[in-house]
């Protein structure tokens, strides 16, 4: 619901923390599959997560932090 409610406003720049914690499987399949529609649109989502297996194919950057910054590029 939040992220419907954000959505109304067209935002350029999506930030999401942990949006996927206690959400069943086929809702987090689901969310993704929304993420990568608004990205096919143009969007920017800048997501938290701890569940780096879940990252969406379409991600053209990721940064992994741990203190400090142990990784930043691409996923291909």
Do not use: W
């Amino acid at each position: 619901v939040f992220i419907a409610r954000a959505l109304l406003s067209n935002p350029e720049i999506i930030v999401l923390d942990e949006p996927t914690v206690g959400l069943d499987v086929q809702t987090v399949k689901s969310f993704y599959e929304l993420i990568s529609k608004l990205h096919k649109l143009g969007k920017t989502v800048i997501m938290v997560t701890h569940d780096m297996h879940m990252l969406s194919e379409d991600a053209d950057r990721v940064i992994a932090i741990n203190h400090e910054i142990e990784f930043t590029g691409p996923l291909r």
